[in-house]
């Protein structure tokens, strides 16, 4: 977790799609409500943190009640609000949303529209599943410390068997977050036959839920009820299934070495238990420096201390795109 300096201690963050629309305003009905997620980090003052709403053209304050959604999870020190204006907003109008009491030198600012086309049907556009698998080590890995690292210390870890299992994800697709961030969603998972799984709640602009299945299953379940942060209405949609399809096997299999190998070959000292594998890729890494060097000192003789020369890190990444494509000759 990282840490802010105090002016920064409470920043309101509005409804997004992922960094890349930072800058674009948001979308809210006409008789909606302002969402905004707020952060923590360090000298977090006592109470909840007030949202003051303007309008952008106007410079008039929106009148308005707040509340806080406290049955929402929230991810380390961090609340969603909900500010709900008096009177309807006006069509087309953009409106600033900062937090009450920050100093306007770094204060962060937010902004949302208000549109009278915006489609509110809930689950009309379904949400985005994926079924993938990923890997974690089986039996204790061995570790080892690398060398020339641009980073500082570092640990590569390797063990003999990974197990591999299923992910199931769900997201709200690219057409549903501006309509989404008016609820908050659950999101219960169902084995084949309904029984549940388990439940997991999200504010539905954006906020993605996952379930993980150490083993495949023919399909993955799952049913979404939305509650309304206009007026708490509910909503339980269908139980939806998705297929495993072609996303592979689960179980416990061999590693990889032909990935980990040339990461092994980084360490100053082996692994144990991977000594043979260290051993062949320094033998190739040697190989490779002296064949730099020769080529290095072509034009200034043997011994010479002028002239062209490869630095240490340089030499280093030019050694590990050599090694690179001698396996991918193999």
Known sequence: MGTSSPSEACTPSIPARGDY????????????V???GVRCDVDCPEGTPALVVKDKGTGEVVAGTQELVADLPAAGPERVLVFRPAAPLADGH???????????????????????????EVGAHAMVASVRLEDSWYDTPSCCEITMSAC????????NEVERYVVFKLHNSEAALDGAGQYVQTVTFLSPDGAGLGEQ????????????????????CYQVTYRSLIDGATIEKERTCVLHGDAGATGVFPTDME??????GRCSSPPKGFEDVWSAVRNEWAADIREAHESCSVSTGRGASSGWALSAIGLALALAGRVGRRRNRR
């Not at 629309?21 to 909606?32: F, K």
């Not at 409106?95 to 009278?116: F, H, M």
């Not at 990935?259 to 092994?264: L, M, R």
């Open 21 to 32: 629309l930072a800058s674009v305003p948001r979308t809210v009905p006409l008789d909606g």
């Open 34 to 36: 302002v969402v905004a």
């Open 94 to 120: 953009t409106y600033s949303v900062t937090l009450e009491g920050q100093d306007r030198s770094d204060a962060r600012e937010a902004e949302v529209r208000a549109s009278a086309d915006l489609d509110l």
């Open 152 to 159: 500082g210390p570092e640990q590569v870890c390797v063990a």
């Open 201 to 220: 709640t999200a504010w539905g602009w954006g906020g993605s839920v996952e379930h993980v299945y150490m083993d495949a299953a023919p399909e993955y």
């Open 259 to 264: 990935v980990f190998s040339p990461q092994i």
